[in-house]
């Protein structure tokens, strides 16, 4: 299974993908390619250390969806890598119907809460502002709903009394690094 990440930001997601897949615990789905609609991005530096093509995209004029000439863009160059799933580890831009139809049932994506609750930015700040004991984290299908695609799977994160939100934080994205390589080889096989 071709597997195609795609991401805005530090890459720690894709770094436990890719780590899992070192690590022989990635199934039957290789990493083919990662794409970045940032330059800057901490996830392009992952590309050299793991021997995968690391790519910037650029996503202009847009600054939160994938749409127009950049879209067809992302479509073409995802194409060209034959990819069987996309994974959205952090990209931060909502996709259009363009991209959607061209991999109906390919994408999936990572959530750091526990849809239904807290979709959109920053569902961490959100579950830690809301106040809630049990927290954790989504992957999901992608469908035109952002964050509202069938859920894959889930993890449980619980909020102690002497929780901070950077401790919050760190357990939702240590659930995140379990969950989603788990998710990836489970789809593979
Ligand atoms: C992850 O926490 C992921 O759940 C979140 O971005 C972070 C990316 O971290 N995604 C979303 O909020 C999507 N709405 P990473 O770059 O270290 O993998």
Request: aromatic share 6%; net charge neutral; with cysteine.
């Amino acid at each position: 299974m071709r597997v195609v990440i795609l991401g805005s930001g530090r890459g720690s997601n894709a770094e436990a993908i890719l780590l899992a897949q070192q690590a022989g615990r990635l199934g039957r789905a290789v990493v083919v390619q990662i794409f970045s609609d940032r330059p800057d991005a901490g996830i392009l530096a992952l590309g050299p250390r793991f021997g995968v093509p690391a790519t910037f995209l650029d996503a202009a004029p847009f600054k939160t969806k994938l749409d127009g000439a950049a879209e067809e863009h992302y479509i073409a160059a995802i194409n060209a890598c034959r990819a069987d799933l996309i994974v959205l580890a952090g990209f931060m831009r909502v996709l259009k119907p363009g991209f959607l139809t061209a991999f109906a049932g390919k994408i999936i994506n990572l959530h750091p809460s526990l849809l239904p609750s807290f979709p959109g930015l920053d569902g961490i700040g959100q579950a830690w502002r809301r106040g809630v004991k049990i927290a954790g984290c989504t992957v999901h299908s992608v469908t035109q709903e952002v964050d509202g695609g069938p859920i894959i799977d889930q993890a449980v994160v619980r909020i102690e009394s002497d929780d901070t939100l950077e401790s919050f934080a760190e357990k939702i994205h240590a659930a995140e690094h379990t969950l989603l390589p788990a998710v990836i080889a489970r789809l593979s096989e």
